[in-house]
């Protein structure tokens, strides 16, 4: 692998904040400009530091990031927003169903697949019907899901608990576990008035569902809205998020996934990593640089080079996920 390794830590005033390369930039503006405007990240969360590396145009499998063969390995898509019809995309089923040929291109089954969320544009019976027959099409053993706000237009997310959400608790949130990974995959779309919100029944969920565990166990969390205030003026953040995020303080490796933003973002505080994703749909603005998040119309050539998917490799009995983002291009 070429480009560029952080080796240091989050501590404000380290060498991670010292100009480096010829542009001048710290080591973490070099992180987070690559996070914004694309190019394949890939960030080993280990002993409480994230290395960072800018992946080069081959890229790098989740295997050769964990060092190891039968580890756990998944993969990410989000907002395929299957219904959308728009400029900013003429063809987003042709756009998602390219995603499910990459998955299933990757040169190794993921043991499952999560899409974390907008899975449909307008929450419609058919467009439901849609993705839940595409995503039948991914090599892999078992799909999750968590909705977005797309998937709850008018009915409080009833039409997508009907095909999705059978055997979850509440409004859809649930928990499991696998290669000693503790999963818990939440609902933070049905109580929107600008924020994401959780709700008290469902944090006594995560209060409950975390109680036997071990603060050795790996922890990731799924939720459509990112669970950090990423930029709140336009809802990208989750208003009672901090009472989840004090729960898992104790443990000692901990990764959030999100969807929502159409755009790749990683952010740490202490134990805890969030990730944003890209989507298989249309971009959306950077924040600050619009007056909204509206879908973005870019040169039909480079559309695909702001849609992707998401790779994550785990090695059991160690503190470490490899995450890899790559673009459809």
Same mark, same amino acid.
């Given at each position: 692998?070429?480009?560029?390794?952080?080796?240091?830590?989050?501590?404000?005033?380290? $060498?991670?904040?010292?100009?480096?390369?010829?542009?001048?930039?710290? /080591?973490?503006?070099?992180?987070?400009? $690559?996070?914004?405007?694309?190019?394949? &990240?890939?960030?080993?969360? $280990?002993?409480?530091? &994230?290395?960072?590396?800018?992946?080069?145009?081959?890229?790098?499998?989740?295997?050769?990031?964990?060092?190891?063969?039968?580890?756990?390995?998944? #993969?990410?898509?989000?907002?395929?927003?299957?219904?959308?019809?728009?400029?900013?995309?003429?063809? !987003?089923?042709?756009?998602?169903?390219?995603?499910?040929?990459? !998955?299933?291109?990757?040169?190794?089954?993921?043991?499952?697949?999560?899409?974390?969320?907008?899975?449909?544009? *307008?929450?419609?019976?058919?467009?439901?019907?849609?993705? /839940?027959?595409?995503?039948?099409? *991914?090599?892999?053993?078992?799909?999750?899901?968590?909705?977005?706000?797309?998937?709850?237009?008018?009915? %409080?997310?009833?039409?997508?608990?009907?095909?999705?959400?059978?055997?979850?608790?509440?409004?859809?949130?649930?928990?499991?576990?696998?290669?000693?990974?503790?999963?818990?995959?939440?609902?933070?779309?049905?109580? *929107?008035?600008?924020?994401?919100?959780?709700?008290?029944?469902?944090?006594?969920? !995560?209060?409950?569902?975390?109680?036997?565990?071990?603060?050795?166990?790996?922890?990731?969390?799924?939720?459509?809205?990112?669970?950090?205030?990423?930029?709140?003026?336009?809802?990208?953040? @989750?208003?009672? %998020?901090?009472? #989840?995020?004090?729960?898992?303080?104790?443990?000692?490796?901990?990764?959030? *996934?999100?969807?929502?933003?159409?755009?790749?973002? @990683?952010?740490?505080?202490?134990?805890?990593?969030?990730?944003?994703? @890209?989507?298989?749909?249309?971009?959306?603005?950077?924040?600050? /640089?619009?007056?909204?998040?509206?879908?973005? #119309?870019?040169?039909?050539?480079?559309?695909?080079?702001?849609?992707?998917?998401?790779? #994550?490799?785990?090695?059991?009995?160690? /503190?470490?996920? $490899?995450?890899?983002?790559?673009?459809?291009?």
């Amino acid at each position: 692998m070429t480009g560029y390794r952080d080796t240091q830590g989050p501590v404000p005033g380290g $060498a991670a904040d010292q100009p480096t390369g010829e542009h001048g930039m710290t /080591r973490r503006q070099l992180i987070r400009h $690559a996070g914004w405007f694309g190019g394949a &990240v890939v960030l080993t969360v $280990a002993g409480g530091e &994230v290395i960072s590396h800018i992946a080069d145009s081959r890229g790098t499998s989740a295997e050769a990031a964990t060092g190891t063969s039968g580890s756990l390995r998944f #993969v990410q898509v989000s907002d395929s927003h299957i219904g959308f019809h728009g400029p900013a995309n003429m063809d !987003v089923v042709g756009s998602f169903t390219e995603a499910i040929r990459q !998955v299933n291109a990757l040169g190794f089954r993921p043991d499952f697949v999560m899409h974390s969320g907008d899975l449909t544009h *307008l929450s419609t019976a058919d467009q439901f019907d849609q993705v /839940r027959q595409m995503l039948t099409g *991914l090599s892999t053993d078992r799909v999750f899901t968590v909705p977005g706000e797309h998937d709850s237009i008018g009915d %409080a997310g009833r039409a997508y608990r009907h095909i999705f959400g059978k055997g979850t608790l509440g409004d859809g949130w649930y928990s499991f576990d696998t290669h000693g990974v503790h999963f818990i995959a939440l609902v933070n779309t049905l109580s *929107l008035e600008k924020l994401g919100h959780l709700g008290t029944e469902q944090i006594d969920f !995560v209060r409950n569902d975390l109680a036997g565990l071990s603060s050795d166990t790996p922890v990731v969390v799924f939720s459509h809205i990112p669970l950090f205030a990423m930029y709140p003026q336009w809802g990208w953040s @989750t208003d009672d %998020a901090l009472k #989840v995020i004090a729960l898992l303080r104790r443990f000692s490796s901990v990764t959030c *996934l999100n969807g929502h933003v159409h755009q790749l973002f @990683t952010k740490t505080e202490g134990n805890i990593t969030f990730h944003s994703a @890209t989507t298989t749909a249309y971009p959306l603005p950077k924040p600050s /640089r619009a007056p909204a998040p509206t879908p973005q #119309v870019v040169p039909a050539r480079q559309l695909k080079a702001a849609l992707g998917i998401r790779t #994550v490799g785990y090695r059991q009995g160690d /503190r470490e996920l $490899a995450i890899k983002d790559t673009r459809l291009a």
